[in-house]
């Protein structure tokens, strides 16, 4: 089992760096291709469409044994990365990271069911925590290196690790992943049926808003710290590394949480935290000390509800299970897009920073609404 998960996890990281490096490197891209850098921020979006688009792809694919599925998406994100070392033009580089972000849901998605099933019973929160690990480590280290290795040499030497990182993923799944078999294919609109039921609506609703809440906070999480907490921008990459091993430290926390109590559980507990912290940001933000506890917390939940999501969305999609976690994928980025546009208005609007995490917590009061309708209506039916 656990060689599987390892293959898991180190697919996650590839994934994982190709998709959130690009945040650190979007200097050096708009330098190379005499861009502004807001027109490299387009690389960002670019990469989000790329996720919804591909998503609903992994429906077509139901009748495949999963380990080729799995297969399949690696090497289309391998063969992305090797296109996007070599883009010779910045129009290029956006169709590179458009078709860069296409297997992304499918891998996330099928590597859910993936982890599923290689658990032990009454371990299958822990084990999918285990593949989102990759993801969460992509953040404290592949994220700096790249920007370390722009600074030093060019933004494309990260892909070009990434390359030789994502051919060594492919031999793992042939090597290391066990056969899981395939899902039971009752024709194309059985895929559909688990829609008509309010569970997996909730749990999308969890998916969308927390996103969009965790993401108000996260995208201008520098001037959070800097013009509210006083913090010297020299010591913010500090906090970042911080904040990532609070998303590590928070994904395996939330897997245990899962698989003792329940999955809908753990996303309560953490909602409920991040939303504590968006107060406390918002009404002590000043306080350096408390910012930087807040500002780790916010990003602690990002991944601690991310597995038992992941968990709910297989379990409340049964006959449709692709198609589910798929809808998690997009549900996920469009909550992420929503989050950055709405914390962005108080900047546009003058308005104090501290409004910022105001509206986030908003959006995490609707992801909490959605979370006690699921655990007061739901969540028995579909404990393991």
């Not at 299958?124 to 404290?140: D, R």
């Not at 494309?156 to 492919?170: K, P, Y």
């Not at 965790?214 to 906090?239: A, E, R």
Request: with cysteine; net charge positive.
């Amino acid at each position: 089992m656990i060689r599987g998960l390892i293959t898991l996890a180190f697919g996650a990281l590839s994934f994982g760096i190709v998709e959130f490096v690009v945040m650190g490197l979007l200097p050096y891209i708009a330098a190379d291709f005499n861009v502004t850098t807001a027109q490299a921020g387009h690389t960002i979006s670019a990469y989000a469409l790329g996720v919804v688009a591909g998503a609903f792809f992994m429906v077509l694919k139901r009748k495949m044994p999963l380990k080729h599925i799995l297969f399949l998406v690696i090497f289309v994100h391998f063969a992305a990365v090797i296109c996007t070392y070599f883009a010779p033009s910045f129009e290029l580089l956006l169709a590179c990271r458009v078709l860069a972000g296409m297997p992304h849901g499918c891998f996330f998605g099928v590597g859910a069911i993936v982890a599923q099933r290689l658990a032990t019973k009454g371990k299958g929160s822990s084990a999918m925590a285990i593949m989102i690990a990759g993801q969460t480590l992509s953040n404290v280290f592949g994220v700096p290196l790249g920007t370390l290795l722009a600074n030093y040499f060019s933004w494309r030497a990260i892909f070009f690790l990434m390359m030789v990182w994502s051919a060594f993923v492919l031999v793992c799944v042939i090597v290391m992943l066990p056969s899981v078999g395939r899902l039971e294919d009752h024709g194309f609109k059985s895929q559909f049926r688990f829609l008509g039921h309010k569970a997996p609506w909730l749990v999308l609703g969890m998916v969308f808003f927390g996103s969009a809440g965790m993401f108000c906070v996260q995208t201008y999480i520098s001037p959070i710290l800097t013009d509210l907490g006083g913090l010297k921008l020299i010591h913010v990459s500090s906090v970042l590394v911080a904040s990532g091993i609070c998303m590590m430290a928070a994904n395996i926390i939330s897997g245990h949480v899962a698989d003792k109590f329940s999955p809908g559980t753990s996303c309560a507990g953490f909602f409920a935290l991040g939303a504590a912290a968006m107060l406390g940001i918002a009404l002590l933000g000043s306080i350096t000390v408390l910012c930087i506890i807040c500002v780790c917390a916010v990003a602690s939940v990002l991944f601690g509800v991310g597995t038992p999501e992941q968990v709910l969305l297989v379990r409340t999609s049964k006959g449709g299970e692709l198609l589910g976690v798929a809808m998690g994928q997009v549900g996920f980025n469009s909550g992420n897009a929503l989050g950055a546009w709405a914390g962005g208005f108080p900047f546009m609007l003058g308005l104090p920073i501290n409004t910022v995490p105001l509206i986030g917590l908003v959006f995490l009061a609707l992801a909490c609404v959605c979370v006690f309708i699921f655990q007061k209506k739901c969540d028995a039916q579909y404990r393991a």
